[in-house]
C-alpha cells in the first residue's frame, strides 16, 4: 500500500487525511475539535465525516433544485409558446 511522504505512515485511501496531516506536519496548523465549532461550522466542515457528508449532501441538493427549477421554466416557456401560436 502507498504511504505518504511526511513522517509517518498513512495509507492513501483518503485524500482528506493526507491534507490534513500534511497540514499539521508542514504548517503546524491543527484541525479544531468538534467542541470548538460552533454556528453552521459544527455542521459543514472539512474535519469531521459528519461535516464532509453534509457538504457533499447540500451540494448534491442544489444541483437537484436547480435542475429541477430548469426542468419547471422550460416545461412553462413550451406551454406559452403553443398557446400562442395556437391562438
Known amino acids: 500500500m502507498p504511504t505518504s511522504p511526511v513522517k509517518t505512515r498513512i495509507p492513501l485511501t483518503s485524500f482528506g487525511h493526507l491534507v490534513t496531516e500534511v497540514k499539521r506536519q508542514l504548517f503546524g496548523i491543527e484541525a479544531p475539535s468538534s467542541v470548538e465549532l460552533t454556528g453552521w461550522r459544527k455542521y459543514f466542515n472539512s474535519y469531521t465525516l459528519q461535516g464532509r457528508r453534509n457538504c457533499v449532501l447540500?451540494?448534491?441538493?442544489i444541483f437537484a433544485v436547480?435542475?429541477?427549477?430548469?426542468?419547471?421554466?422550460?416545461?412553462?416557456?413550451?406551454e406559452n409558446q403553443t398557446s400562442t401560436s395556437s391562438a
Open 66 to 78: 436547480t435542475a429541477a427549477a430548469y426542468l419547471v421554466l422550460r416545461q412553462k416557456k413550451k
Open 58 to 61: 447540500a451540494t448534491y441538493g
